[in-house]
């Protein structure tokens, strides 16, 4: 079992920056790829970015030039700076861990709200 508790969301004004981080217990060793989605109210759930265990990222052309995604392995923990936020941006923002072996895992979620 793999445990993954995000933290970071808050209330931001249009153009603010946060940073999101998850933080990875239980069975790491075999953690592979790591990444972000988030779900706005009323929609469906969206990708935002991955990082991979070697440290190799991707982004959804929606977060691209404005998000970076970072991972530390000697933490467990995988970060989302987020700079340049938009309303649209608003959304519970979750992270996902691939188990090679067991699947993957997701946080509960944390709140990002985008004020205009």
């Known amino acids: 079992q793999v445990q993954l508790v995000e933290s970071g969301g808050g209330l931001v004004q249009a153009g603010g920056s946060l940073r999101l981080s998850c933080a990875a217990s239980g069975s790491i060793f075999r953690l592979n790829n790591m990444g972000w989605y988030r779900q706005a109210p009323g929609k469906q759930r969206d990708w935002v970015a991955t990082?991979?265990?070697?440290?190799?990222?991707n982004y959804a052309d929606s977060v691209k030039g404005r998000f970076t995604i970072s991972r530390d392995n000697a933490k467990n923990t995988v970060y989302l700076q987020m700079n340049g936020l938009k309303p649209e941006d608003t959304a519970v923002y979750s992270c996902?861990?691939?188990?090679?072996?067991?699947?993957?895992?997701w946080g509960q979620g944390t709140q990002v709200t985008v004020s205009s």
């Open positions: 996902n861990a691939d188990h090679i072996g067991q699947g993957r895992y």
């Open positions: 990082i991979t265990s070697g440290g190799f990222t």
